[in-house]
């Protein structure tokens, strides 16, 4: 058995062992019903930047050692694509790619391009949350400063029907993934699976001291495809980055350890994120009442009769020790959000879905360890689906459409005033209900 497969046979181990713990501590699946098919979830980063890229600043060696340094499983080496790297930098750093897992045999890295024209065979979801959380941390970057650096403003060149609230960040996530019943719930309402991830887009670490290094005559990216090896100064420099896993985390549902298992986890919706580290685990089951079967989990379709009741089973691990901020990560609430599923919008350009709002929450202050939330739900005239959001309880108030569909919503903060670690949260992807004859 090699390094990596043992890896995965001690992660599904505690993957098992939470779920023995679950069952005796708190209600579960009904007596009789078969386990759930198994998943372990793999922790990764999708959006890292290298000397491969023309505005980053660091080796391969120094990105792979910071993500096995905090926890992550996979990671992506998400290059800008100009000409320097189309001509040089493509090749040299597929090089770096192989000597990077020759040197790492237990992390997956994975060889990326960061592309702007998406389509519909590629793309399977966005960032709910972007890179740069570390942007407003007070005194660093000025008194205009926001989360994700998100400091554009309308312009004549603009979408008209972008809001300007539309250009913050809310609990650190854009407000696309952010508003219940906004944007990413139009397209959930349309019964499409897409996803949302979270990720560092690491360019430039804060409170880091390295700087780039410097050119040879007649030396430019271009030319090159790569920059030169950094140079540490002992002084910090500018960033608003964090190191890949150190606050974004996604996490992918799979079966086995291995690439092709990552990216099936992907395309399949079996995605969970969190920042801050706040939970150490989190398993989302959907079963019919009266069904001993598996269920269903992240990313999947339930079917099931009008008027059947059914069951969400909310497997909360939580967080065990301190993140690297030095803080124990504490949940304070689950929120479970639904919404009809209705096809095709009349007006896709509106961006909402009217029908969707938070339906439970659920008061989780002070429970440690891991406990299962038991949560009934019926399946009325229409299929639905849902999907769950929780955070520290650190800041929150009325969500962007009304607290009517979201009474604890994240919010926006202060500019120059944005502390990431002081107001984290999880999203989940959704599970659908397909109601028969629907």
Same mark, same amino acid.
């Given at each position: 058995m090699n390094s990596s497969d043992e890896q995965f046979r001690r992660r599904a181990a505690r993957h098992a062992a939470s779920a023995a713990t679950t069952r005796s501590a708190g209600p579960? !699946?009904? @007596?009789?019903? @078969?386990? !759930?098919?198994? $998943?372990? +979830?793999?922790?990764?980063?999708h959006h890292v930047h290298s000397v491969y890229s023309h505005d980053a600043k660091y080796t391969f060696s120094q990105q792979a050692q910071a993500a096995a340094k905090y926890g992550l499983d996979w990671m992506v080496f998400n290059e800008h694509a100009n000409f320097g790297h189309a001509r040089y930098g493509a090749a040299l750093e597929h090089q770096e790619i192989l000597k990077a897992r020759a040197e790492n045999p237990r992390q997956l890295v994975f060889q990326g391009l960061e592309w702007y024209i998406p389509a519909p065979e590629i793309m399977i979801g966005m960032e709910g949350a972007p890179g740069a959380q570390g942007a407003a941390i007070p005194g660093r970057r000025g008194s205009t400063s926001i989360r994700g650096e998100y400091e554009n403003k309308p312009s004549a060149n603009s979408f008209a029907g972008y809001p300007a609230d539309a250009y913050l960040t809310y609990g650190g996530f854009d407000w696309a993934a952010a508003t219940v019943g906004g944007l990413w719930d139009s397209m959930l309402a349309e019964g499409r699976l897409f996803s949302i991830t979270t990720n560092s887009d690491n360019h430039r670490t804060v409170f880091d001291t390295w700087k780039n290094g410097d050119w040879q005559p007649g030396q430019n990216f271009d030319d090159t495809g790569r920059l030169p090896d950094p140079v540490d100064t002992d002084t910090p420099q500018p960033g608003s980055d964090f190191w890949p896993g150190e606050f974004s985390r996604t996490h992918v549902g799979v079966t086995r350890y291995g690439y @092709?298992?990552?990216?099936?986890? $992907?395309r399949a919706g079996r995605v969970w994120l969190d920042h801050g580290h706040l939970l150490d685990g989190l398993d989302v089951r959907l079963k019919r009442d009266c069904?001993?079967?598996?269920?269903?989990?992240l990313g999947g379709r339930l079917r099931v009769r009008r008027g059947e009741r059914i069951t969400l089973y909310v497997t909360?691990? *939580?967080?065990? @020790?301190?993140? !690297?901020?030095?803080?124990?990560? %504490?949940?304070? +609430?689950?929120?479970?959000?639904?919404g009809a599923v209705r096809g095709a919008l009349a007006d896709r350009d509106s961006w909402q879905a009217p029908d969707t709002k938070v339906v439970r929450s659920k008061d989780v202050s002070g429970r440690n360890g891991t406990y *299962? $939330?038991?949560?009934?739900?019926?399946?009325?005239? %229409?299929?639905?689906?849902?999907? $769950?959001r929780g955070s520290d309880g650190h800041r929150h108030g009325a969500g962007y459409l009304g607290a009517a569909i979201d009474p604890h919503g994240p919010v926006t903060h202060e500019p120059g005033n944005g502390d990431p670690w002081a107001d984290t949260w999880f999203y989940s992807n959704p599970i659908f209900v397909d109601v028969a004859g629907v």
């Open positions: 579960g !699946p009904p @007596r009789g019903a @078969r386990s !759930p098919p198994h $998943l372990a +979830h793999l922790v990764g980063d @092709r298992a990552v990216m099936t986890g $992907l069904d001993f079967g598996r269920g269903v989990t909360v691990t *939580t967080a065990s @020790r301190a993140n !690297p901020q030095g803080i124990l990560p %504490e949940l304070a +609430h689950v929120d479970v959000i639904r *299962t $939330l038991r949560i009934p739900l019926t399946a009325g005239d %229409e299929s639905f689906y849902v999907r $769950l």
